[in-house]
């Protein structure tokens, strides 16, 4: 009985699992005292509407007792990120910002662009950035002369030439062995002390080398080094300095309108901003618990930290968390939130752009609702279409064939839940049974694995597209809705209907079924690419 659970809770820090009539955990939370903690959520105070509603589904509790308020902490963060209880904040990104990888584990790095950071993974990762990532990376490569093959390591070329990259300058070649591991990776340092902001320093540093070499007369080695400075001085003058250079901060504001909250935070390094995030939250909790929960949750999971979070509110369990980060990263960091001077200017400006993102997210929901609603009406769902899987199919005669299935929910891309297939059972160019085959193996691993069905299934194709994904559903025993949607003048073929549905033009039906259409071509285009140039270059090597 819950009532029993909250007379004989102990009074010592822990966490609590808070679970529903069928034993869902719903909500986990730590306490310096349980006791007086969880039978805060039961007494007759007013409470914000997401406790008062969570507290009348909470139907058993059951909790951890730990040494002290940091290990709760711990194992809060730990739990949350394991069950997602329905009640606790996600952290849903506004939009997906690129990291920059460096791959140290191969015996010569590269540099290059990673829409997430891998788990496990022991590349170097740098970011996230709002500046053209692409560029950057070329500016990096072409300055430090690092290579661009792709493979883990670059392919040894006995008796041939290297590639026009090391021609023109932008290469030193490892494959032909004309640069030693040593200097290599010595280059690779620099890349990654001018992605940690250390500009100065490697300017300076760079700046001895060429010294030294114009003294022992290696004068093509020093008019390197003085063209990697010029490009360094060059790229540092385009960012902007915001704040003391020998700081390394992340900045957090926020925006709400009472109903949903942005979050956003800022990543200052050596002075200058160097990427920036936003999150989204819907207000069924206070600011201070949101800005608390994000804090713990965003910060659980970084491979690095700063010396400094400053913060435009004050946040709960500061202490806790402080002590926390500095188990957790082995340093202190602390937290400030600022009364004034510049980190309070500088916490204004990140919480001025979290209000501008905030009216773009606004702007952004009015339209996806009304994307959502019109397809609902016009496709004849019996729900709004939350969750839509596309598919697509890619090859060119028969050959290097793939599929791709891409997911948006609510109208926006979810690339975790992105798949792409390469096909095994068919040859030679026959799209139905290409796509066939992606659509039964899409969703009877779905069935096997229990994962979560779609609203709405959209296949790139004509009717016989559409009939071949119907075979597969029904084979499968699955009711779903599908549709299908061609090309050349924007037809939307339903099931059991002659003639198909033709969207207004300048809808925002017809704009979120084209952009799910074309995102699942690019998709599918992009992995047909990869594997035709993978080919390509294995046939040449």
Same mark, same amino acid.
């Given at each position: 009985m819950l009532s029993d659970t909250l007379k004989n809770l102990p009074?010592?820090?822990?966490?609590?699992?808070?679970?529903?009539?069928?034993?869902?955990?719903?909500?986990?939370?730590?306490?310096?005292? =349980?006791? /007086?903690?969880? *039978?805060?959520?039961?007494?007759?105070?007013? &409470? %914000?509407? $997401?406790?008062?509603?969570?507290?009348?589904?909470?139907?058993?509790?059951?909790?951890?007792?730990?040494?002290?308020?940091?290990?709760?902490?711990?194992?809060?963060?730990? =739990?949350? /990120?394991?069950? *997602?209880?329905?009640?606790?904040?996600?952290? &849903? %990104?506004? $939009?997906?910002?690129?990291?920059?990888?460096?791959t140290t584990e191969d015996e010569y790095p590269r540099v290059l662009l990673s829409r997430r950071m891998l788990k496990n993974s022991k590349s170097k990762y740098f970011g996230p950035y709002t500046t053209s990532v692409i560029?950057?990376?070329?500016?990096?490569?072409?300055?430090?002369?690092?290579?661009?093959?792709?493979?883990?390591?670059?392919?040894?070329?006995?008796?041939?030439?290297?590639?026009?990259?090391?021609?023109?300058?932008?290469?030193?070649?490892?494959?032909?062995?004309?640069?030693?591991?040593?200097?290599y990776r010595a280059l690779v340092g620099d890349a990654v002390d001018f992605?940690?902001?250390?500009?100065?320093?490697?300017?300076k540093a760079l700046e001895k080398r060429m010294k030294k070499a114009s003294e022992t007369h290696a004068f093509e080695r020093a008019a390197t080094l003085r063209d990697q400075i010029k490009k360094i001085e060059e790229f540092r003058t385009r960012q902007k300095i915001v704040s003391t250079p020998d700081k390394n901060r992340d900045v957090i504001g926020y925006?709400?309108?009472?109903?949903?909250?942005?979050?956003?935070?800022?990543?200052?390094?050596?002075?200058?901003?160097?990427?920036?995030?936003?999150?989204?939250?819907?207000?069924?909790?206070?600011?201070?618990?949101?800005?608390?929960?994000?804090?713990?949750?965003?910060?659980?999971?970084?491979t690095s930290s700063p010396k400094e979070i400053i913060i435009n509110e004050n946040i709960d369990d500061q202490h806790a968390i402080e002590e926390w980060l500095k188990k957790l990263y082995g340093r202190k960091i602390e937290i400030k939130i600022p009364k004034k001077g510049e980190l309070k200017k500088l916490v204004n400006l990140v919480s001025k752009n979290a209000q501008i993102s905030l009216e773009q997210h606004k702007i952004r929901y009015v339209k996806i609702k009304e994307a959502l609603l019109q397809l609902k009406k016009e496709l004849n769902l019996p729900q709004l279409p939350e969750r839509i899987e596309a598919f697509d199919i890619s090859n060119i005669q028969g050959?290097?064939?793939?599929?791709?299935?891409?997911?948006f929910v609510t109208g926006m891309p979810k690339k975790s839940d992105y798949r792409k297939f390469k096909i095994r059972t068919v040859f030679g160019s026959d799209d139905f049974s290409m796509m066939k085959e992606v659509i039964k193996r899409r969703y009877t691993r779905v069935l096997k694995e229990g994962l979560q069905l779609p609203d709405l299934i959209l296949v790139d194709g004509g009717k016989g597209h559409l009939n071949v994904a119907l075979g597969v559903l029904n084979e499968l025993n699955l009711d779903i809705p599908v549709c299908a949607l061609a090309k050349r003048e924007e037809e939307i073929f339903l099931p059991e209907k002659t003639n198909p549905v033709i969207l207004e033009r300048n809808t925002q039906g017809l704009y979120l079924v084209q952009r799910i259409r074309d995102e699942a071509h690019r998709f599918a285009v992009t992995y047909h690419k990869k594997l035709r140039e993978k080919e390509l270059f294995d046939d040449k090597s």
């Open positions: 009074s010592n820090p822990g966490v609590y699992i808070m679970k529903d009539a069928g034993g869902r955990t719903i909500y986990i939370g730590k306490a310096k005292n =349980l006791k /007086k903690r969880v *039978k805060s959520y039961f007494d007759n105070t007013t &409470k %914000d509407i $997401k406790t008062a509603t969570m507290a009348k589904h909470v139907k058993n509790i059951e909790f951890i007792v730990t040494d002290s308020e940091i290990e709760a902490l711990v194992l809060e963060n730990s =739990l949350i /990120k394991k069950t *997602k209880p329905k009640y606790n904040i996600d952290l &849903k %990104d506004d $939009k997906a910002y690129p990291y920059i990888r460096i560029s950057l990376i070329r500016t990096i490569n072409a300055t430090f002369k690092l290579r661009d093959c792709p493979g883990g390591n670059p392919k040894k070329l006995p008796g041939r030439k290297p590639c026009l990259l090391y021609e023109i300058g932008h290469c030193f070649a490892p494959c032909a062995k004309n640069i030693s591991n040593e200097e992605l940690n902001g250390k500009s100065d320093y490697l300017i925006a709400d309108d009472g109903k949903d909250m942005i979050v956003t935070i800022f990543f200052v390094r050596t002075g200058a901003v160097t990427g920036s995030r936003n999150f989204v939250f819907s207000m069924t909790e206070t600011k201070k618990d949101i800005l608390t929960s994000f804090v713990k949750q965003f910060y659980a999971n970084q050959k290097n064939a793939v599929g791709s299935m891409v997911t």
